[in-house]
């Protein structure tokens, strides 16, 4: 199946500052996914997003699908943001394969 | 509209018992997808739905198995349940293939 790598494992960061988390995958893919995973543990979806760049307010995101990486950008960060991001690969029958996810910290 | 919800939020069982979990999809949504999330394995697929077929199946014993009805509302069982089978069984609704959207979970725990 297809492989799902997601870098760092684990964000520190201050307040106010910019990151950047990485997820790599194995195959061609149908669908890419950005998911934010609350304290209760809901995946809230922040983009779908098989290639190209979109931008919402201070996150954006860019898949470039031939070289098989997917980029999410956190500017300005709050504290709010901090929490589990994951990246998830789907195929064309609807499966999502998820990365192991970058746990994110933000500090006031 | 509405999102996904799922039934119930919180269920405490027994080993060797089962469990049966209630997804209600998206309206107009009919593909439904079911996903275990443990801290030992993250998320795993667990199988998809689609106008009430099986159209895919992730690595889990028998003992899980799920449904979905004419509206597209899905359900599933696990049975003879195992410690290790405690987790967060997390439900997906999408129109197809497409993007996919998840409800709050039912926070499962086998004692």
Redesign the interface.
């Known amino acids: 199946g297809i492989q799902v790598e997601q870098s760092p494992p684990d964000l520190i960061l201050q307040e106010g500052a910019n990151s950047t988390l990485r997820c790599n995958f194995s195959d061609s893919v149908?669908?890419l996914?950005w998911?934010h995973q609350n304290p209760?543990?809901?995946?809230i979806?922040l983009f779908?997003i098989p290639s190209g760049t979109k931008q919402n307010g201070r996150l954006s995101a860019t898949t470039v699908a031939t070289e098989r990486y997917s980029l999410l950008y956190i500017s300005s960060s709050q504290t709010t943001d901090s929490g589990v991001y994951?990246c998830?690969v789907?195929?064309?029958?609807?499966?999502?394969?998820?990365g192991?996810?970058t746990q994110v910290v933000v500090t006031p | 509209k509405a999102g996904v919800t799922q039934t119930p939020r919180y269920l405490i069982k027994t080993r060797g018992q089962q469990v049966t979990l209630s997804c209600s999809p998206i309206s107009g949504h009919r593909?439904v997808?079911w996903?275990q999330?443990t801290p030992g394995q993250?998320?795993?697929?667990l199988f998809?739905y689609?106008s009430e077929t099986q159209?895919?199946k992730?690595n889990f014993p028998g003992r899980f198995s799920g449904r979905q009805f004419s509206n597209s509302r899905s359900e599933m069982n696990v049975s003879t349940l195992e410690l290790g089978d405690s987790a967060?069984y997390?439900c997906?609704s999408?129109l197809?293939?497409?993007?996919?959207?998840?409800?709050?979970?039912t926070?499962l725990t086998v004692t």
């Open positions: 149908n669908n996914q998911f209760w543990g809901q995946l979806n779908y994951f998830a789907g195929d064309s029958w609807g499966k999502l394969q998820f192991a996810g | 593909s997808s996903y999330q993250g998320l795993q697929f998809e689609f159209r895919n992730g967060l997390l997906a999408s197809r293939t497409d993007e996919q959207y998840f409800g709050p979970g926070r």
